[in-house]
C-alpha cells in the first residue's frame, strides 16, 4: 500500500515521503515540513487516532486522511470533528484517492485553511460520498480522462437496451422527478445514476451517495436525516444529514429496499412534501432535493413480503429503469473490456495493452454472475498480472496464483498490492495465508488451493529471501 501510494501520487506531481513506522513519520514532521499526512487507522505501534491527535496538538497546519479497512459513522463523524480533512475507506481506487488529495489542495488554497468544517459535517467515505462535477460537455470522441485522475462516467454498450437507456438518459436526466433502477449486482445501476445527475441541471450541484445495505440499523435516520445536538448519546453536536448535504442537489440511495420499513414513511414524506425532521428537532427542515434510487432485488417480492412500501414504490417509479445483466449482452463484452482495460492501464500508467483472441472468445464465453464488476475485477487482474506485456492473455487472468485461492483473500491481495511482479504477489498471499491460519501450512494450502509441497517450497524460498 505504502508503495502503490508513493508512486501513484508521485506520478501527479507530488512529493511523497513513506514510512512504515508512523512514531518515525510524526519525528520526520519535526525536522521536514509537510502539508499532509496520509495514515492507516489500525497499526501495531500506534493508531491512527493518536497519529491525528498529535499532529492537531503539535502540527495544526498540517492536513490529515485517515484511512481504514473497518470504516464505521461514528469513527468517521469523531476523526472528521477532531480535525482531519476526510476519511476514506478500503478498498478504493487510485483515482479515489488522488481525487481526495486534489480536493484537500483545493479547499487549502480556495481558503488558507487545511479544514473546511462546514464542507466536511458529512464525511463521504463511511456513509455519504459527494462526487465532483466531470466534464460532461466533452465529446464523444475525447479522452476519458477528465484531468483529474478520473476516468469519464459512461455506459457502454450497444445491445438494444443498453442503446435505449443511453438515448433516454436527457428526457430522464432534464428534470425533477425521481427514479428507480433496477438491476442484478455489478450491472451498472451506480453508473447510470451518475450519468443521470452529470447530465441533468444539478450537475454543478451535490451529488451524495448512500449505501442504505450497510447501514447500521441505529444510524439509519440520524445518516438520511440529521440529528441535533443531544439527540441521543454520541450526539455531541448538530449532523446535516444526507439530505440537507444533497439540497439544491442529488441523492443516491443504493439497495433503498434495504432500509428499515419504519423510516421508509420519512423517506415518503420527502418524495411528497420536501420536508423533513432531523432526529431531536419538532421542527421541519424545507429540502430541494432529486431522488435516485437503486435495488437488486425484486420489489414486488418485498413488497409482498412486508419489507417496502408499495405507495413509497409508486411514488419512486416515475422513471422506472432496468439495467440487463451482462450475461443477456454477450456482444458488449470485447468494448468493455477494451475500455476497462484502458482505464487501468491508465491509471497505474503502464504502456499501453491488448486483449489476445483467445482470451477475448473466453471472455465472451463466461457467465458473469458479477456482471460489469467482476468483468472489471478480472481485466484489472489481466492488467497487473501481465504487467511486463503489452498483450494479455488468457494465462495472466488464469494464472495459477489465483486458481482455488479463497474469494476474500484474493480481493484483499488485490487491494493491498496493486502493482507488483507475479513472484512477490505469490510470496504476499502465502504471507497472508499464513496470518489467517496462525501459522498452520496446511491450512494456509487449502486457503490457497495449492498442495501442501508447493506451500513448503515457497515458504523455504520466503525464509531464504527474508535470510
Known amino acids: 500500500m505504502l508503495r502503490y501510494l508513493e508512486k501513484h501520487l508521485g506520478m501527479h506531481q507530488y512529493e511523497v515521503t513513506a514510512f512504515e513506522s508512523p512514531s518515525e513519520a510524526l519525528s520526520s514532521l519535526s525536522e521536514k515540513s509537510a502539508d499532509l499526512v496520509i495514515s492507516d487507522v489500525k497499526m501495531p505501534e500506534m493508531t491512527g487516532d493518536e497519529v491525528l491527535n498529535h499532529i492537531m496538538e503539535h502540527h495544526p497546519d498540517v492536513g490529515v486522511i485517515l484511512i481504514t479497512g473497518f470504516g464505521s459513522i461514528n469513527h468517521a463523524v469523531n476523526t472528521v470533528q477532531k480535525g482531519a480533512f476526510d476519511y476514506i475507506t478500503k478498498p478504493f481506487s487510485g483515482p479515489e484517492i488522488l481525487a481526495r488529495v486534489n480536493r484537500f489542495f483545493k479547499v487549502k488554497e480556495d481558503t488558507g485553511k487545511v479544514r473546511h468544517q462546514e464542507e466536511m459535517q458529512a464525511p463521504k467515505s463511511a456513509s455519504a460520498d459527494s462526487e465532483s462535477k466531470p466534464d460532461s460537455k466533452k465529446s464523444k470522441s475525447s479522452s476519458d480522462d477528465t484531468g483529474d485522475g478520473r476516468y469519464e462516467v459512461k455506459f457502454i454498450g450497444e445491445h438494444p437496451r443498453v442503446k ?123 429540502v430541494n432535493v432529486r431522488i435516485i434510487a437503486t435495488t437488486n432485488r425484486n420489489v414486488s417480492d418485498t413488497i409482498r413480503e412486508g419489507q417496502f412500501r408499495e405507495d413509497l414504490y409508486y411514488r419512486l417509479n416515475v422513471f422506472p429503469i432496468a439495467i440487463p445483466p451482462l450475461r443477456e449482452r454477450r456482444d458488449d463484452i470485447p468494448v468493455l473490456a477494451e475500455y476497462i482495460v484502458e482505464k487501468y492501464v491508465h491509471e497505474y500508467g503502464l504502456e499501453p495493452k491488448t486483449i489476445s483472441p483467445e482470451l477475448m472468445d473466453f471472455l465472451k464465453q463466461q457467465s458473469w454472475k458479477g456482471n460489469v464488476r467482476e468483468l472489471d475485477n478480472f481485466m484489472q487482474r489481466g492488467v497487473l498480472m501481465s504487467h511486463g506485456s503489452k498483450e494479455i492473455t488468457q494465462d495472466h487472468v488464469q494464472n495459477q496464483l489465483f486458481e482455488g485461492v479463497d474469494e476474500n483473500l484474493k ?26 491460519t496462525n501459522g498452520n501450512q496446511k491450512e494456509a494450502a487449502d486457503l490457497l488451493g495449492i498442495s501442501d509441497r508447493t506451500i513448503r517450497n515457497k515458504i523455504k524460498k520466503l525464509k531464504d529471501d527474508e535470510e
Open 164 to 286: 435505449q437507456l443511453v438515448d433516454s438518459l436527457p428526457q430522464i436526466a432534464q428534470n425533477n422527478a425521481p427514479v428507480l433502477i433496477q438491476g442484478e449486482s455489478g450491472s451498472g445501476k451506480e453508473v447510470f445514476a451518475s450519468l443521470v445527475h452529470y447530465n441533468s441541471e444539478r450537475a454543478d450541484k451535490p451529488y451524495v451517495k448512500i449505501n442504505c445495505a450497510n447501514l447500521p440499523s441505529e444510524l439509519v435516520e440520524s445518516t438520511l436525516f440529521g440529528h441535533v445536538k443531544g439527540a441521543f448519546t454520541g450526539a455531541v453536536s448538530d449532523s446535516k444529514g444526507a439530505f440537507l448535504e444533497a439540497d439544491g442537489g442529488t441523492l443516491l440511495l443504493d439497495e433503498i429496499t434495504e432500509i428499515d420499513i419504519n423510516i421508509q414513511a420519512k423517506l415518503l414524506r420527502v418524495l411528497q412534501e420536501s420536508e423533513f425532521t432531523r432526529v431531536g428537532s419538532q421542527k421541519p427542515t424545507k
Open 411 to 436: 480481493q484483499e491481495l488485490m487491494d493491498d498490492m496493486p502493482l507488483v511482479p507475479i513472484e512477490e504477489m505469490e510470496l504476499k498471499m502465502i504471507r497472508m495465508a499464513l496470518e489467517r
